[in-house]
């Protein structure tokens, strides 16, 4: 087991990686504790739930990231008789944490939570940067705070009931950060891709730390997303126009993202050939897609439609090296360009 | 002109003591600037705002304060197409304010924002602290954030418009700042009532300076109001109470508390008799109630129904002496005895 610590702007955070959910009622030391996870985890793991915690059950999906999910938690949280001392864990994946969180830090102007993550996506992401909120009019995560969980819990054998696909997704995260910011963890990657994927012990708890550490290090200088932090997007400005425009799973979609990107940086000199193809088969070692059959139309379509977008130029983050990220102001109809490679 | 700066943890806030609304454009400095505010304000002031600035209207009360009225303005958000530089301006009185700085805190996760309050009381209270919300399921504040606007305009022409008896009370809350913390501001208040009433320039950006000091100084030391930012709740456990059960406004009815919190601290030996009457005497100079028919067990159901209450003892606010406020543990019964009193 291994505990990382985050001390952002918001308060301190605890992320224990490797622990298991049967603790849980160590970590939320509180009067009173409600659980808030969806229907599947529930049916899955509601079983290690700690007794005498309630339970708030939302629906499945993206659909179910709202503002009416959000008053229906208010509603329980009025209901169960939620106070300042009292405790909220989110127990799920990044749809339960996102709309969780947002709950929990406006009711009362914000009350103590922590997390359960409950696929890797989760444990890698959506649990860690203080992000959470929801969905309003088809914009994703339009509305929501910045508000750092006081601690998540990273149960590897929750990530065992996880679908391969599923799994594998939620790997493309760990690869981002690696080759934005961690040389020696892409070097790790390369080697143990196949303990990590079986979810062995002693890879799968190092490669999370050192992911976090990257995560960690980047939101601390910028907790509110005003610069460095726009690193963490490597990979994602093509990567939701594809995710958006095509059936792709959030980290496949990045996967492709993120070869774009080091063929972009390729293409600009910044980066060596044979360290495109590295962050190709790296990808490829995952399982994760490194191409798609897509709709060039849609996807520069979505491209233009993205916050990022200045004018006719888009903030995008490209590799100086292997290992070291820089965010530049590049044209579209360059970004262009790379859509119609990669198709 | 006076202006008073607040460092808080969530950034830096600009009170600008007797600034015109006519210069406003000078403090909000953005692409894309948006104005919310009520039909009366735009009524009466609409033509101060600066051209070029979208304005979006919600409708007067408190039944106003509600998530359905913050869905409308993410909408208009989203209509004039705002972005992390846009700029998001409350002009109103406290529910303006409230609402406007929890719409613009968690549209996509916090936007710049600023106030104009058209109130005295929203002058005093609802623009600085970074306290901002709406009311849920007739809960008052039940959801929000603590956020402060990055500049709050004190504009004194705005006061002339206010009927006199919402002029008093503004007052009231002042008048708690000085006897809570600032025994000086006590004193000027004494010799200097009638000027500060007929909104005398150099008595009233005085009086608001020091005002905002004793807060500020408060809010500075616990902004999330875990400990010592309950002073400010000095005579609100009963004056909500009575808000609640009367027709009273928040300052009248915060009048009422004021004096029962003074004389509950005659009571137990920590004011002297005439320090007692010296409160009530300055809230009588003010216009302010200081007593009220009130029907003695609504009072006492409503205070038992307090979010501070814990089991038979009450957090309750005290006096020391004039100009120092102590936060104490009292009986339930010890609160009823002085209800019964003032009725």
Same mark, same amino acid.
């Given at each position: ?40 985890? $529930? ?40 106070? #300042?001392?009292?405790?909220?864990? +989110?127990?799920?994946?990044? !749809? ?6 947002? =709950? ?24 860690? +940067? ?16 910045? $508000? ?28 981002? @950060? =690696? ?15 196949? $303990?990590?994927?079986?979810? @062995? ?28 932090? #726009?690193?963490?997007?490597?990979? @994602?400005?093509?990567? @939701? ?18 070869? =774009? ?30 191409? !798609? ?8 379509? =979505? !491209? ?18 292997? +290992? ?20």
């Amino acid at each position: 087991m291994k505990v990382f610590k985050i001390n952002g702007k918001t308060g301190t955070s605890e992320i224990v990686i490797g622990e298991s959910i049967k603790n849980l009622s160590k970590y939320s030391k509180s009067n009173k504790c409600v659980i808030v996870t969806d229907t599947n985890v $529930n049916a899955l793991c509601g079983a290690f739930f700690p007794s005498g915690f309630e339970v708030i059950e939302i629906g499945i999906g993206e659909q179910n990231k709202t503002l009416s999910t959000v008053e229906k938690l208010y509603e329980k949280f009025l209901e169960f008789g939620l106070d #300042r001392a009292s405790y909220v864990i +989110g127990i799920g994946g990044g !749809i339960v944490c996102d709309v969780t969180g947002f =709950a929990a830090s406006t009711y009362l102007r914000g009350i103590r939570f922590g997390f359960v993550p409950t696929t890797l996506l989760a444990q890698v992401d959506a649990s860690l +940067g203080g992000k959470n909120g929801v969905n309003f009019k088809g914009y994703k995560n339009l509305i929501g705070t910045f $508000n750092q969980p006081e601690f998540v819990l990273c149960d590897f054998e929750m990530l065992k009931t996880l679908p391969i696909r599923e799994l594998k997704s939620g790997f493309a995260e760990i690869i981002k @950060h =690696a080759i934005i910011a961690d040389i020696q963890l892409f070097s790790y990657l390369e080697k143990n891709y196949e $303990n990590a994927l079986s979810l @062995h012990r002693t890879e799968i708890e190092k490669i999370l730390y050192d992911s976090f550490a990257v995560k960690s290090k980047i939101v601390s200088m910028d907790e509110t997303e005003k610069g460095e932090r #726009r690193k963490l997007n490597f990979g @994602h400005t093509l990567g @939701h126009a594809i995710e958006k425009t095509t059936g792709l799973l959030h980290g496949e979609a990045i996967s492709i993202g993120i070869i =774009a990107a080091a063929k972009l940086s390729l293409k600009k000199g910044m980066l060596t050939q044979k360290d495109a193809e590295r962050v190709e088969n790296l990808i490829s070692k995952f399982g994760l897609p490194t191409k !798609i059959k897509m709709d060039k139309i849609a996807v520069i379509d =979505a !491209i233009e439609k993205d916050k990022k977008r200045e004018n006719k130029k888009i903030r995008f983050v490209l590799l100086e090296k292997l +290992g070291r990220a820089k965010i530049i102001d590049i044209e579209i109809d360059e970004l262009k360009g790379v859509v119609s490679d990669m198709c």
